[in-house]
């Protein structure tokens, strides 16, 4: 319990668990130090970038696959640092060919997201081979050293899978319940704590979206594991877990409460029953996984207590919207009960299958040449790549910098998709570095000795492996600390302060100039996109959901539940332009508020959703509710309207603002009364709010 309780307060140490980490970090130690300590330093780096390279290669969940991904890496890797050694004398060759080279590497994504993995981390190899070029060496040592650290990377998996099967599956179902948890504790904040609705959205918004993206994930693993007759007991049994994990995460979206000075003045004690009774559910969450869930005590819970409470007379109205959290934390509980059983037969996760290259190369190559255009995501990414690299390289030689291919490296991790990602890992990077540096700077002054530096590396190392996929700035301040001491094991530990923070700073600034350049992908201007995305979603599910009504058969069951889910993903990708949006330099706080408007907006009609869409089976087609279904599909798609005649309107958010009272009243009014109401209501209700929507963008033309 003293474990779990850890867990649940601090999440970030879930990492720490992760097999795919421990092993990559394993790999990367045992092929470093043994040759650091026989002498070969350089070698040990070698060996320990090549291991580096791979794991940024090994992206498959399907044994069958990686080995596939592994067959393609290898040669890859030897061939594309055996050419940096070729063309490493000529400059001019050296910048051309690398401007190819790189850009056909991260095209590659295009084919697949495992092939532009692979490339990426082809791209890293290369960067690698430079900075440990030395003239006088034979040109096939480096490719060897860094492929023989691609090798070891290999074997130290293949003992990971072969002994502790569908592991990283279970750390990431275990990462979902642990946010699961998070979730649930945080929506029964309004029992004993005052406040702020805004923040609480923003915050159960937040975990939102981690829950879908560690559900898509660990669903589209196991959707390529079954089509690749991986199917197994334990195997079906995870994908029981995940599906009662999104039953569970729908039921939170229905939890939002506030207690009223009435229920605070009158039920103190009730108040506190149940906000105990969700801590509790909340700390099993955290501690379930497919190993242990058999063997853990289920909290022991009195729902029945809980709902006979005698609530006074002038509590009663109040005391519903409570009573309605209780119902639904009673379902989260029976959900965990069921959790407990054995399941030996499960029906085929219903995902798209899995994204196979075919190897026709005039598929390929039509492929890859209907990417050649600048409305490309795939293209724009690679030429702004391409772009960085090579300038990066030509003042890299013209200037002369020592150790001036970090330059490349930093150009490389730094650069994103659009200006907010690149923005963010920007000022990681620099954060990152520079608080490593002041650290490596008290190893100089102190003199650290040489014994100690092997530790250095070693934890170092391993906090890196562990932090470099959610706390970037993180990673790079330990990666500082292992470079220091791999380089002054080698004897250059004093030479690397000033090159390594001239060249974070030069390699920071150059992928920003091309993604300024090339599109930067402002959130504010794609906004409306999205949110005219997100209604054509609540009018495909309201569509589906009035033909399921008229003909109540599974297979139009299943088409309500896809556009549901749709409905679901639309959403969180709404809140998830707020959060880009914050990450641009300069983001205006009143354009953030706007967004987040919207994205709260679009949330509650989320809910309402959810309300009627748990209350499918028990709803009977007749003509008022056809009615109340048609009234609200028809404001949807004057919204729709609306949205595409503002689009282009930089000024939208500002017009919407002018009704945010109006706005916020609506959503004070759902939140309250959404427990109580009835189907027919809630469809009104839906109609309510989406003209609040119309009537503030109708302002703009007043």
């Known amino acids: 319990m003293i474990q779990s309780n850890i867990l649940l307060r601090y999440p970030s140490l879930r990492t720490f668990f992760n097999l795919r980490t421990n092993i990559a970090a394993l790999s990367f130690i045992s092929c470093s130090i043994p040759l650091f300590l026989m002498g070969h330093v350089t070698m040990g780096i070698a060996f320990s970038l090549g291991s580096i390279s791979c794991g940024f290669a090994d992206t498959s969940s399907v044994t069958k696959y990686r080995i596939y991904d592994f067959a393609i890496a290898l040669p890859l890797f030897f061939l594309i640092s055996l050419g940096i050694e070729l063309v490493f004398p000529h400059s001019w060759l050296f910048a051309s060919s690398l401007a190819i080279v790189s850009f056909v590497l991260f095209m590659l994504a295009v084919l697949t997201p495992r092939l532009g993995a692979i490339g990426f981390a082809a ?34 998996q293949a003992l990971a899978i072969t002994f502790l099967p569908n592991q990283e599956s279970k750390d990431i179902l275990s990462d979902l319940y642990q946010a699961l948890a998070k979730k649930l504790m945080i929506h029964d904040q309004g029992f004993v704590f005052a406040t702020d609705k805004n923040q609480l959205f923003i915050k159960s918004a937040r975990f939102r979206s981690q829950i879908a993206t560690l559900s898509h994930t660990l669903e589209y693993r196991i959707h390529q594991q079954f089509s690749c007759g991986e199917d197994s007991a334990k195997l079906q049994d995870m994908y029981r877990f995940l599906k009662i994990s999104e039953h569970i995460n729908e039921q939170t979206r229905l939890m939002y409460f506030t207690s009223t000075p ?3 003045q009158y039920c103190p004690q009730w108040l506190e029953q149940i906000h105990s009774a969700n801590q509790q559910i909340s700390q099993y969450l955290a501690q379930v996984t497919v190993n242990n869930v058999h063997y853990l005590a289920l909290p022991k819970v009195d ?33 965990l009960c069921e ?29 890859l040449t209907s990417q050649m255009t600048l409305k490309s995501s795939y293209f724009r990414h690679a030429l702004r790549g391409t772009l960085s690299l090579t300038t990066g390289l030509i003042i890299v030689r013209l200037l002369n910098l020592d150790f001036g291919f970090w330059t490349l490296m930093t150009s490389l991790l730094i650069l994103r998709p659009n200006l907010s990602m690149t923005w963010t890992r920007l000022l990681q990077r620099l954060t990152g570095t520079i608080c490593g540096l002041v650290v490596v700077s008290g190893l100089l002054h102190f003199q650290v000795s040489t014994d100690i530096l092997p530790f250095i590396f070693c934890i170092a190392a391993v906090l890196f492996f562990h932090t470099s996929a959610r706390h970037y700035g993180f990673a790079v301040f330990f990666v500082t600390l292992f470079v220091f001491a791999g380089f002054s094991l080698n004897g250059q530990g004093d030479n690397i302060m000033l090159p390594r923070l001239d060249n974070t700073v030069l390699g920071v600034f150059i992928p920003l100039i091309f993604v300024f350049i090339l599109t930067p992908g402002w ?114 798609k004057l919204l729709q309207q609306k949205l595409h005649q503002s689009s282009n309107h930089s000024d939208l958010f500002q017009h919407i603002s002018k009704q945010e009272k109006l706005i916020y009243q609506s959503f004070t009014y759902i939140e309250n009364e959404i427990y109580r109401l009835d189907n027919t209501a809630l469809l009104m209700l839906l109609s309510k709010e989406v003209r609040s929507f119309v009537s503030a963008i109708d302002h703009q033309s007043q």
């Open 123 to 156: 791209i890293l190899l290369a960067i690698y081979a430079m900075l440990l070029h030395q003239e006088g060496r034979p040109v096939w040592l480096i490719p060897m050293w860094l492929t023989g650290g691609a090798v070891w990377y290999i074997f130290w």
């Open 262 to 264: 009435y229920l605070k």
């Open 303 to 335: 729902f029945d207590a809980l709902r006979s409470y005698q609530v006074p007379k002038d509590a009663q109205q109040e005391a519903i919207a409570a009573q309605s959290f209780i119902n639904k934390l009673d379902i989260i509980f029976l959900s």
């Open 339 to 367: 959790l407990k059983n054995q399941s030996n037969t499960i029906a085929s996760p219903t995902v798209s299958k899995p994204i196979i290259l075919n190897w026709k190369w005039r598929d390929i190559v039509s492929k």
């Open 523 to 636: 959130q504010k201007k794609s906004f409306p996109t999205q949110l005219n995305t997100t209604i054509k979603g609540y009018i495909d599910y309201l569509i589906s959901l009035k033909t399921y009504l008229a003909n109540k058969q599974d297979l139009l069951a299943e088409n309500v539940q896809h556009n549901f889910q749709n409905c679901v993903v639309n959403d969180t990708n709404l809140f998830d332009h707020w959060i880009g949006y914050l990450g641009e330099p300069h983001f205006k706080s009143q354009t953030s508020e706007h967004i987040l408007l919207c994205s709260r907006s679009s949330n509650i009609i989320l809910r309402i959703l959810t309300q009627l869409n748990e209350n499918k089976l028990h709803l009977m087609p007749d003509s008022d509710i056809n009615s109340d279904i048609d009234h609200a599909i028809m404001s949807l």
